[in-house]
């Protein structure tokens, strides 16, 4: 068994203890649904691969050797350097009037180094917090990690009368390293945590001057290895939310490999799809997954898979052969000819984690909830047959709109029937006009003039069902052709000549 998976029953009840705390800062689902996932194995699987960096402050100070602190944090700094991870990072910096340099190694490396490291005794003339950040802070700036933790363990005294940048909580000093440490790039978290070995307030209140995130974890120094414990645990959790939301947007990309650029594929081959998991830290779950374009008449020849679940940046390939190449199409005409399809994957994308990220770092998972892609061009044949439906609705739309023009030609160009006289005051008889049709009838008045003259007349626009009125356009040797309406069973004068309109009964036309 790997260091990596050596964890006590006290160390699964802390973790518990310590996630069941967060669950006050965000929403909580069913438990059943939550209790699926353990926290330790939700840990495992979303943890940032590169690991966390720590930096463990050990004040070495002449008053740490009341009491034992001192003998207590060299008998407990093993167990928590055992229980890193092997990516993990982690540098020891004994402290007292000055602090050593904060170098990152492994935590094989730092087992190995912890005797040469702290002191047999502590016999430093100072406790110098200041000091102590500053290396902190500049190792943790050049680590790769996305998530640093700094654990302080002290027996909470401040003390350095030399140092006029951190004499006192009013030093100059402490604002220089509360910018540096709130000066991280946003994808980066970073906590200090406080172990206090004896009664006293000053561990806290140098967290909360430096760091705009901290934690005091033990006041009584009588759970030290606890304490370090629920520190890696935390630092653990703010990983894993790191994580789940550096997975935003990201789900399951489509992907069709050996496809040819340039033309469609031919539908009679075999087609590789393959789903790749875009997410960095959670597994992806794809269901109800369908091949979306396939034609009338083109079906898949096997069946694809109720669900597929890939780990983080995993593929896999599906391959997809059609029964027939031949899609059937209703159209105007009868035929058969080459036709392309566009064939894209859908389905839900989802995480099977999705309850656990609500319940351990209460964070909603918002994935891409489709696979995201290119279609692929697929070449086939169609064999096309005339559509009945279709003709109909056409000929219906044709006739639609052929009614109403045909109305209005049959209002704009009216047939009249029936007879118009046309009697002047020296006339021996009145002239008749007989009406007949749409055509326009032209009369010849000289009969009725001393001198030549013309008169037309033709129907102009009127009510349905009914005779309509007429139009009379009169011209003489002597006067410019006038114009007059004449509707039926009227008479006119025009030209000096009374023009009476009779019609015959009327006609619905």
């Known amino acids: 068994m790997t260091n990596d998976n050596r964890r006590g029953a006290p160390r699964r009840a802390l973790t518990a203890l310590l996630a069941t705390g967060l669950l006050a800062l965000g929403p909580c689902p069913s438990a059943r649904a939550a209790d699926s996932v353990g926290l330790e194995s939700f840990l495992d699987t979303v943890v940032s691969p590169r690991g966390a960096s720590y930096a463990v402050l050990v004040d070495t100070s002449q008053s740490m050797a009341a009491d034992g602190s001192y003998d207590k944090v060299r008998a407990v700094l093993p167990t928590f350097l055992k229980s890193l991870r092997s990516k993990d990072r982690v540098c020891l910096i ?26 047999a005794r502590p016999d430093g003339p100072a406790s110098n917090f200041g000091r102590a950040f500053e290396q902190a802070l500049d190792g943790l700036q050049r680590t790769d990690t996305d998530v640093c933790g700094v654990l302080l363990l002290s027996d909470a005294e401040l003390r350095a009368p030399d140092d006029p940048r951190y004499r006192d909580f009013d030093a100059s000093g402490w604002s220089a390293l509360r910018k540096q440490a709130s000066g991280l790039p946003a994808d980066r978290s970073l906590t200090g945590y406080g172990i206090s070995l004896a009664p006293g307030a000053d561990v806290k209140n140098v967290l909360a001057k430096v760091f705009p995130s901290y934690r005091m974890l033990d006041t009584s120094g009588s759970r030290i290895s606890a304490a370090m414990t629920e520190a890696q645990d935390d630092t653990r959790l703010r990983q894993a939310a790191l994580s789940v939301a550096g997975d935003r947007g990201r789900g399951i990309s489509v992907s069709w490999p050996g496809t040819r650029k340039g033309g469609p594929v031919p539908a009679a081959s075999d087609i590789r799809v393959r789903l790749t998991a875009s997410t960095k830290a959670l597994p992806v779950r794809l269901t109800d997954l369908r091949v979306s374009g396939l034609p009338d008449g083109v079906a898949l020849a096997s069946g694809l898979p109720d669900s597929v679940e890939l780990g983080p940046g995993e593929s896999r390939d599906l391959d997809l052969s059609v029964r027939s190449a031949t899609a059937h199409r209703k159209g105007w005409t009868s035929g058969l000819g080459p036709e392309t399809w566009s064939l894209s994957v859908t389905g839900r994308v989802s995480t099977p984690l999705a309850a656990a990220a609500r319940r351990y770092v209460g964070k909603d998972v918002r994935l891409a909830g489709r696979p995201l892609g290119d279609p692929v061009t697929v070449g086939g044949t169609a064999r096309t047959s005339v559509d009945p439906l279709r ?17 209005w030609l049959l209002r704009r160009h009216r047939p009249v029937l029936g007879t118009v006289s046309a009697d002047a005051v020296d006339a021996r008889q009145p002239l008749q006009i007989p009406l007949q049709g749409r055509r326009e009838v032209t009369a010849d008045l000289s009969s009725l003039l001393e001198s030549t003259g013309t008169v037309r007349i033709k129907s102009v626009p009127g009510p349905l069902g009914q005779q309509p009125p007429i139009r009379l356009r009169c011209r003489t040797a002597d006067r410019p052709e006038r114009e007059i309406i004449c509707p039926p069973g009227q008479t006119v004068l025009l030209c000096g000549i009374e023009f009476h309109y009779d019609s015959l009964p009327a006609q619905r036309l």
């Open 94 to 119: 004994p402290f007292s009037d000055g602090a050593r340099a904060c170098e990152m190694v492994s935590r094989d490396e730092a087992l190995n180094e912890v005797d040469d490291i702290l002191p």
């Open 391 to 407: 003709w109909g609705v056409l000929s219906a739309a044709l006739l639609a709109a052929l009614v109403p023009y045909g109305l």
